[in-house]
């Protein structure tokens, strides 16, 4: 795995966050919050990674 930036990932942590912010159930299509929800939950994922791998 090649070394990430800290800037790369605090941009990436604040794109997750503006995605999080504006996700909302869209009732015409319910499945997409949730796959919206749990996208957004693996960028966070990856990102503590890199940030606990260095």
Same mark, same amino acid.
């Given at each position: 795995m090649s070394p990430v930036s800290?800037? %790369?990932?605090?941009?990436?942590?604040?794109?997750?966050?503006?995605?999080?912010?504006r996700l909302s159930p869209n009732w015409q299509n319910p499945e997409e919050f949730f796959e919206e929800? %749990?996208?957004?939950?693996?960028?966070?994922r990856r990102a503590a990674r890199e940030v606990e791998l260095g």
């Open positions: 800290p800037a %790369s990932t605090a941009e990436r942590l604040r794109e997750a966050a503006w995605r999080l912010g929800r %749990s996208e957004i939950e693996r960028e966070l």
